[in-house]
């Protein structure tokens, strides 16, 4: 069964930084891009960026550039999003998504986590 | 910031049929292809429509979609109860080279 399993919630301090992880199973990790995306309470999605497992290219949106990293660990076939310098305004749900297709960006989200929780207070 | 733009809210009674539109502009949908994402409350979202009008193994054909120009559209005939959630459109932008995502439209079933 292919699924992206993601960590658990997580309470942060304003200034602060958090690290979520995805978890892939049930298919070849390293030839899908896997995309980040979070979404506010009551809000759309956003998309945040992404890596291609093949080979750790990342692209970040240009809104999360300076704050944003994402990592691979293809040993245990996740990746890692980390969000700097943490404010009120970046407590969302945060998702990890698959690429339909092998080695193409521009492909639609085919499979999703469940979800991170972030909350950001003072 | 949603760069896609749709009405916020669509509803019908069962067996009806409802249409969301989604407008962008020629860097997104004017360009590239445009996906519909399906969003039960309090869950991940899931891929409905792809490549402007093809669904994915195990969606229902009530479920349709078309892209004209730089607007695309939604279509759910006869509507069922468990249709009630949040539907975004979304597409990737050449000009900020990243996916965008529409405002989002929230189907009620009366």
């Known amino acids: 069964q292919m699924q992206l399993v993601q960590s658990g919630a997580e309470v942060k301090k304003t200034g602060s930084s958090v690290k979520v992880s995805c978890k892939a199973s049930?298919?070849?990790?390293?030839?899908?891009?896997l995309h980040w995306v979070r979404q506010a309470p009551g809000q759309a999605p956003e998309w945040m960026g992404c890596i291609a497992p093949f080979n750790g290219d990342t692209n970040s949106a240009q809104k999360f550039q300076d704050r944003v990293t994402i990592t691979w660990d293809r040993s245990v076939n996740a990746v890692y999003m980390e969000l700097s310098s943490l404010t009120s305004e970046d407590t969302a749900m945060y998702f990890c998504?698959?690429?339909?297709?092998?080695?193409?960006?521009?492909?639609?989200?085919?499979?999703w986590g469940q979800g991170t929780m972030v909350t950001v207070s003072s | 910031q949603s760069v896609l733009t749709q009405p916020p809210s669509a509803s019908g009674t069962p067996g009806q049929r409802v249409t969301i539109s989604c407008s962008g502009s020629s860097s997104n949908i004017g360009t590239n292809t445009v996906n519909w994402y399906q969003q039960l409350p309090g869950t991940a979202p899931k891929l409905l429509i792809h490549?402007?009008?093809q669904r994915p193994s195990g969606v229902p054909d009530r479920f349709s979609a078309s892209k004209s120009g730089t607007s695309a559209s939604l279509a759910i005939s006869g509507l069922q109860s468990e249709d009630e959630a949040g539907y975004y459109c979304a597409a990737w932008d050449d000009t900020l080279y990243g996916f965008v995502f529409g405002t989002g439209t929230k189907v009620t079933v009366l």
């Open positions: 998504a698959r690429s339909s297709l092998s080695g193409f960006l521009r492909s639609p989200f085919d499979i």
């Open positions: 490549s402007n009008n």
């Open positions: 049930g298919y070849t990790f390293t030839y899908r891009f």
